[in-house]
């Protein structure tokens, strides 16, 4: 399990109440309940925080993947 420095946990807020966040296994967790009176739960994949509220993740989950990797395909 990757753990987030607390450095960069100093300056991370939830997207969504602004609220910081704590890490919890493999997922980061914001310090206040969101509108739906829970809180909200961040999930990290290799190392990297995936702070996208939940309504996103759809979305992004069905994006193709030249549209996540645009930054790397310019010369290609």
Not at 14 to 34: I, Y
Request: glycine letters at 10%.
């Amino acid at each position: 399990m990757p753990k987030i420095s607390p450095e960069l946990l100093s300056v991370l807020r939830c997207p969504v109440t602004g609220s910081a966040l704590v890490q919890e296994g493999e997922e980061l967790v914001a310090a206040t309940a969101g509108p739906s009176g829970e809180k909200l739960r961040y999930t990290i994949e290799d190392g990297i925080p995936l702070l996208l509220p939940p309504e996103l993740l759809p979305a992004a989950a069905a994006a193709p993947s030249f549209q996540h990797d645009a930054g790397t395909q310019a010369g290609a």
